[in-house]
């Protein structure tokens, strides 16, 4: 599961006593309002790390298991699918990121795209979907949410890092 790191009251400080973990969804972080709600946690005056833990995303406009669906089922609208939750993910990033904080994650997208294009075309030849190709999806899409959030909160000045969650857990038991 993706998780995001950071130290929000001092962008300093990188090492901290105390960890607040919160699970969100990442429906939290596309949706109207939700990345300023998660910035009033870190502006809350909390004086310890955050771990945001975050769940898939569940929006139609931006999930891409359709596509996988479609290229199975050989829909013909397969392509302007592709192209249609490209324009939402561009226009999400434009929406909620800082234009200094989004090379990283349009970089991102758009490698993420290629990728997917590939597996959506073998689903298309052999007419069938693997459950490695579910997964990588729905785990390609989490990416981006999370990196959505992580330059949203680098463009607001604070100091965070996205990676699995067991990682920033046991770095913890550590200390």
Not at 5 to 18: A, H, K, L
Not at 101 to 106: A, L, S, T
Not at 150 to 156: I, R
Request: aromatic share 8%; hydrophobic share 40%; charged share 25%.
């Amino acid at each position: 599961m993706r998780a995001l790191r950071g130290s929000f009251f001092d962008t300093r400080e990188e090492n901290v006593s105390r960890v607040a973990v919160h699970a969100i969804s990442g429906s939290m972080i596309v949706k109207d309002g939700g990345v300023d709600k998660l910035l009033k946690i870190c502006k809350g005056g909390i004086k310890s790390g955050l771990i945001f833990v975050i769940a898939p995303v569940c929006n139609t406009d931006l999930e891409l298991t359709q596509l996988l669906e479609a290229a199975r089922g050989r829909d013909e609208r397969l392509w302007a699918m592709m192209e249609g939750k490209t324009h939402s993910w561009s226009t999400l990033i434009e929406a909620l990121v800082p234009s200094k904080n989004r090379n990283n994650v349009e970089k991102e997208v758009k490698e993420g795209f290629a990728q997917v294009e590939a597996i959506v075309r073998a689903a298309w030849l052999v007419n069938d979907i693997t459950q490695g190709s579910q997964k990588f999806i729905d785990s390609i899409v989490s990416g981006w949410a999370t990196s959505l959030l992580k330059e949203s909160f680098k463009g607001h000045g604070y100091w965070c890092e996205s990676g699995d969650i067991n990682t920033f857990l046991d770095s913890k038991k550590g200390e």
